[in-house]
């Protein structure tokens, strides 16, 4: 059973910065693309970046480009979201999405593209 579970999540100041951390206890998911997606209050769940199985090819949302940076680790079977410069505008719940699909390069940005979901870890940033 996939089970990703988020960590890294927390409170920082305007223009900090955090890493995320997904991984799935259990079982490897070198074989997954992954994704990272965020819910702010009262808004839809949306796509911050994502990344391919092999780890080649990424995609962000305009809002986090240049500041946020999403890779993977295989050995660890870990994929990280490093957030840097962050804003106000940043704070929501953060969750890790992932893909068991067989095109190793492909970025996927819809959050029906995926089947696994983390719970999610809130990051908060104060003014």
């Known amino acids: 059973q996939v089970q990703l579970r988020e960590s890294g999540g927390g409170l920082v100041q305007t223009g900090g910065s955090l890493r995320l951390s997904c991984s799935d206890s259990?079982?490897?998911?070198?074989?997954?693309?992954m994704g990272w997606f965020r819910q702010a209050p009262g808004k839809e769940r949306e796509i911050v970046a994502a990344?391919?199985?092999?780890?080649?090819?990424?995609d962000y949302a305009d809002s986090v480009r240049g500041r946020f940076t999403i890779s993977r680790n295989h050995t660890k079977d870990t994929v990280y979201l490093q957030m840097n410069d962050l804003k106000p505008e940043d704070t929501a719940v953060y969750y890790c999405?992932?893909?068991?699909?067989?095109?190793?390069?492909?970025?996927?940005?819809?959050?029906?593209?995926?089947?696994?979901w983390g719970q999610g870890t809130q990051v908060t940033v104060s003014a």
């Open positions: 999405a992932g893909f068991d699909t067989y095109r190793a390069d492909k970025v996927y940005l819809r959050e029906e593209d995926y089947p696994y």
């Open positions: 259990g079982r490897a998911f070198s074989g997954y693309a």
């Open positions: 990344i391919s199985l092999r780890g080649i090819n990424t």
